[in-house]
């Protein structure tokens, strides 16, 4: 599958994995997923056909790793990012000791005042490595990397969790927790 349908077919099954599955007539499971048999014939009756081969490439090409099948890989799941109610039945986690969250500069001022939220999804979203937070701030335009304290967080008793594809979730983070890294200095 060359890489135009790869991003077509990720982008259809987020929308519908993660936001609107009613739209395709689905009902998410406990922990978000969905028979694999079902999606199909579902993507096929809306006129998006996608073959179960398109699929697992999906599931294994996706950079982001946002989907996974289950063991028996007759169901897949969003790993996370859902705006919909969805248990993704994860098991609260120990965290590392500094985790990152990727901005863009027009939403500093706001963080700096109220920290982290999770808006119209379900957790915050933070990552272990600073390549991958600057990656999630350039989309929405100038990078701003912001430093989690997560021991302190963990130690106040907040509750983490990591997706199936590393990424780890919050409820929220306080502005106490955050500071606010200078990229143009890590040169």
């Known amino acids: 599958m060359n890489s135009h349908r790869l991003v077509k077919v990720s982008k259809y099954l987020s929308k519908h994995l993660r936001h609107q599955p009613e739209r395709l007539g689905l009902k998410l ?12 014939a579902a993507c096929q009756q809306h006129q998006f056909p996608i073959t179960r081969a398109e699929l697992e490439e999906v599931v294994i090409k996706n950079d982001k790793q946002r989907f996974s099948f289950d063991q028996t890989k007759t169901q897949i799941r969003a790993n996370q990012g859902h ?11 120990i965290p590392p000791d500094i985790l990152y969250h990727g901005t863009g500069e027009g939403t500093v001022e706001a963080i700096l005042q109220l920290g982290l939220l999770k ?45 199936d594809n590393g990424v780890w979730l919050v409820e929220q983070v306080p502005p106490e927790y955050l500071t606010r890294l200078n990229l143009d200095s890590k040169k």
Not at 29 to 40: D, H, R, T, Y
Not at 83 to 93: A, H
Request: overall charge negative.
């Open 119 to 163: 808006m119209s999804r379900h957790h915050v979203h933070l990552s272990t490595d600073i390549a991958t937070a600057k990656a999630v701030g350039m989309r929405k335009g100038h990078p701003v990397i912001f430093q989690v304290n997560t021991v302190k967080m963990y130690q106040d008793g907040y509750t983490f969790y990591c997706s």
């Open 29 to 40: 499971a406990p922990g978000g997923w969905v028979n694999i048999n079902e999606l199909l």
């Open 83 to 93: 705006s919909i109610d969805v248990d993704l039945q994860l098991e609260p986690q």
